[in-house]
Nanobody
């Protein structure tokens, strides 16, 4: 069965950096669209960045130029490098996967991890 396990969340200072990882198993990682999504307390979940099977990427405007999504198909792992962190980046970050590229439309993604907390303060 599909498993997605996030790690790397932590407390960071404004202007700092973190790298999130998502270890995937149970499906053909290289052929799936993978994404990072986040949810702050009291707010709706939102798309952060996605990377499809071709390696094409899409970013939310709020993170463009600061965050970079990448994947290592040999390790079945998805990454999110987060630089120049801001307090508004504080949220639970989720990894998601789907056979199809739904862009940042989080409701369309079928498979989800449990999340990793990022706090910028």
């Amino acid at each position: 069965h599909v498993q997605l396990v996030e790690s790397g969340g932590d407390l960071a200072q404004p202007g700092g950096a973190l790298r999130l990882s998502c270890a995937a198993s149970g499906f053909t990682f290289s052929s799936y669209c993978m994404g990072w999504f986040r949810q702050a307390p009291g707010k709706e979940r939102e798309g952060v960045a996605v990377i499809d099977s071709n390696g094409d990427t899409t970013y939310a405007d709020s993170v463009k130029g600061r965050f970079t999504i990448s994947k290592d198909s040999g390790k079945n792992t998805l990454y999110l490098q987060m630089n120049s962190l801001k307090p508004e980046d504080t949220a639970m970050y989720y990894c998601a996967a789907d056979e199809y590229n739904h862009g940042l439309a989080w409701r369309q993604y079928q498979h989800w991890g449990q999340g990793t907390q990022v706090t910028v303060s």
